[in-house]
């Protein structure tokens, strides 16, 4: 949201040129809600805005513009100024940032850049979307296997300016291998034996991740060890890099935002929604409607193959949509479950066995708890006699076939690789109202004894 309370003085600011008043406007506030009262000024009035701070804090403000407007900026101004805040960035947010600018300007770019964060961002870039490798950030303090506790103190300090996360400290051998990790608490505490050799210190017992591993199995693996970074090896079990505890926020609110669109049938958007063309949203969203219309164009298909029965039995058309509802509920529930417990490491592919039987077991439950109500709904608007038990059995089954469905169909999508959340709700449902058609007048077959159809 635009801070427009703000955006006149700091234009007057801007227009008499108050360096005083810009610096500290520049530094008085965390770096986020500087970028934030600055999203209403024009791209050449925030450059300027962020020339009167210092390198370090010009970056951190530029860490919490929109992308868009990160896009703009690089594209539009001094290719000199650019590239000295792209040297000030972490890592990984440089890689960011020119993942999407034009060819030419990322060209223009990394000739201006030193050789060492040219040959950084090329290492990063290479590394496929959606990695730890792609993830993480080059940017970690490594302490040789062979120092004290002093001598690690020294190069912590030498290395300290340069760092985006200083809490724990990788050791490694002179092939970069990963050894060990101290955390600066431990060095600390340490200061008492300052010869104290590193090699008595580190944990040896190391969680890490490969560069190639999927950046959402790595966010699972932070949020369950608790960890405020976790190391990114290669092959060899070289370091190189690390994924922090901001970058798996980034991902675990990606992936939420994804799994929300997925589950309401939407193709992710790759903008925000405002941002997002309307042909563009048109297209996201009618894809998957004109999916939807043919699965619930075989809905109709199916009840016109029961229209006969329908008519000599017209006393259950108006209990179709609770019986269907109940089926599509169940199944999307179970689908919602499976779904969210596969994306949370709570359920392998392996455990299909104990995930079926549970299922059944909650749908028999859940069944029965339906049925008793059908029962009471039967004797009160059905006809007497053994139609009565139409509504109540067919609720058992359908309620089973619904939890059966919306649980295995998610496992299935798992098992051949692609995204448990695209089996949405509405697919579920769509699916189940066909099966609650078939086993409805199934069930009024089998207890009235006509044929049909």
């Known amino acids: 949201m635009v801070n427009t309370l703000y955006l006149p003085e700091l234009r007057e600011m801007l227009a008499e040129n108050r360096e005083g008043e810009l610096r500290e406007f520049c530094t008085a506030l965390h770096p986020a809600r500087t970028a934030e009262f600055m999203e209403g000024l024009s791209t050449d009035e925030a450059w300027r805005v962020l020339a ?42 440089r890689v960011d940032v020119l993942a999407d600018a034009p060819n030419e300007l990322v060209e223009e770019l990394l000739k201006r850049l030193p050789a060492d964060e040219r040959r950084d961002i090329q290492r990063l870039s290479q590394y496929p979307e959606g990695t730890a490798g792609a993830t993480m950030t080059s940017d970690f303090a490594r302490i040789p296997e062979t120092m004290t506790v002093k001598q690690a103190l020294d190069e912590l300090a030498r290395q300290a300016e340069s760092l985006e996360m200083l809490y724990y400290l990788y050791v490694l051998d002179e092939a970069g291998h990963l050894r060990g990790v101290v955390s600066t608490r431990q060095l600390v505490a340490a200061m008492r034996r300052p010869l104290t050799p590193l090699t008595e210190l580190m944990e040896t017992q190391l969680v890490s991740v490969h560069a190639l591993d999927d950046r959402e199995e790595v966010a699972q693996l932070v949020a369950r060890y608790d960890l405020l970074a976790v190391p990114v090896v290669d092959d060899q079990n070289r370091m190189v890099g690390i994924v922090t505890h901001d970058d798996v926020l980034d991902v675990l609110q990606d992936e939420a935002a994804r799994d929300a669109y997925q589950s309401a049938a939407v193709a992710p958007l790759e903008e925000t929604y405002l941002r997002t063309p309307l042909l563009i949203l048109s297209w996201k969203r009618g894809i998957w409607l004109a999916i939807l219309f043919v699965c619930a164009l075989l809905t109709v298909l199916v009840l016109g193959r029961y229209e006969d029965d329908l008519q000599r039995w017209a006393w259950l058309v108006p209990f179709l949509p609770l019986i269907i509802s109940s089926g599509g509920n169940s199944g999307n529930q179970s689908a919602t479950l499976v779904i969210t417990a596969l994306g949370r490491g709570e359920v392998k592919l392996s455990d299909w066995g104990t995930v079926v039987i549970r299922e059944v077991a909650m749908g028999l439950i859940l069944g029965l708890v339906l049925s008793a109500m059908g029962v009471v709904v039967s004797f009160l608007f059905a006809p007497v006699g053994i139609e009565r038990w139409v509504i109540p059995v067919t609720l058992i089954l359908v309620v089973v076939s619904g939890t059966l469905t919306g649980a295995t169909l998610p496992l299935i999508f798992a098992r051949l690789g692609w995204d448990p959340a695209i089996m949405s709700n509405p697919f579920v449902a769509g699916i189940v109202d066909i099966l609650g058609i078939v086993i409805y007048m199934t069930v009024a077959y089998l207890i009235l004894g006509s044929v049909g159809g």
Request: aromatic residues 10%; without cysteine.
């Open 52 to 93: 009167f701070a210092d390198p370090s804090t010009r970056a951190q403000i530029f860490t919490y513009f929109e992308h868009h407007r990160q896009l703009e900026l690089i594209e539009t101004q001094d290719r000199d100024q650019v590239a000295a805040i792209l040297s000030e960035l972490p890592s990984d947010d």
